[in-house]
């Protein structure tokens, strides 16, 4: 289920939210409530930036590494080429029945 987009960053009123409840340390809880001060944003909204950036490094590190393995398959074929006599006879593969 997801409503419509929040009409400014951290205006929650206008947006469909789901309440979870986690455990925090108690040097986790004193830095939050730290930095909820400093900034002027609630600590509910810092974890959800929190959330946000985890899944942002998430999607990049996934996108990255797949276009690694993509790139070194590029560097494979490209080296590693079977001579032009070569057929394939999927009766070799799987041996004659």
Do not use: C, F, N
Request: a negative charge; glycine letters at 4%.
């Amino acid at each position: 289920m997801s409503g419509p987009p929040p009409s400014s960053p951290g205006d929650v009123y206008d947006v469909y939210v789901i309440r979870k409840q986690l455990y925090l340390r108690d040097d986790q809880d004193l830095a939050l409530k730290e930095r909820a001060a400093a900034t002027g944003v609630s600590e509910a909204e810092l974890v959800r930036q929190a959330v946000d950036m985890l899944l942002a490094d998430q999607t990049d590190a996934t996108d990255h590494d797949l276009a690694e393995l993509l790139s070194a398959a590029d560097r494979l074929a490209a080296t590693h080429r079977l001579p032009e006599s070569w057929v394939l006879d999927r009766d070799d593969l799987h041996g004659r029945r």
